[in-house]
C-alpha cells in the first residue's frame, strides 16, 4: 500500500502544524480550514475508514478526539467543538474538529485560498499540549 498524506506527515516527510501526539495518533491543524482551531486527528495506523481501525486504534482516535477538543474549545473560548468524520480527501481514517459559537461556524466551507502557514503556526503553538 501506497503511503497517504497523513503517513507522509506522520513520518516527517511533509511538514504539518501538530498540536497533539501520542503513540497511536496524531492532531494536526487544518492548512484548509472552515474556521480557526479545525484541527484533524488522525490514527497513526494507515486504515482507509474510521469504521475500519482495530477496536485498540478507534479508541485511541476516540480518546484523542475528546482530549484535542476539550483543549480547543478552553484556548480558542468557544462553546462548542463539532466533530465530522467525512473520509473522501484522504484515504486514511481522520476526523475533523470545528470549534464553533453559531451554525454558520461550523457549516462554513473550507477554504481553498493558499495555507497560511505563519497563522496556522501561530495557533498550533497556542494549542499545543
Known sequence: MQDSLFTKIIKGEIPSHKIYEDEKTLAFL???????GHTLVIPKAQ???????????????????????????????????????????????HVHLVPFNSPEEYYAKETTDEPDHAALA????????
Open 47 to 93: 486504515v482507509e475508514t474510521l469504521w475500519d481501525l482495530n477496536s485498540e486504534d478507534y479508541v485511541a482516535v476516540m480518546q484523542t478526539t475528546q482530549k484535542v477538543a476539550l483543549r480547543l474549545r478552553h484556548v480558542l473560548g468557544v462553546e462548542r467543538v463539532g466533530e465530522k468524520v467525512i473520509g473522501l480527501d484522504v484515504p486514511h481514517a
Open 122 to 129: 501561530a495557533i498550533a503553538e497556542r494549542l499545543k499540549f
Open 30 to 36: 487544518s492548512i484548509y480550514p472552515s474556521v480557526e
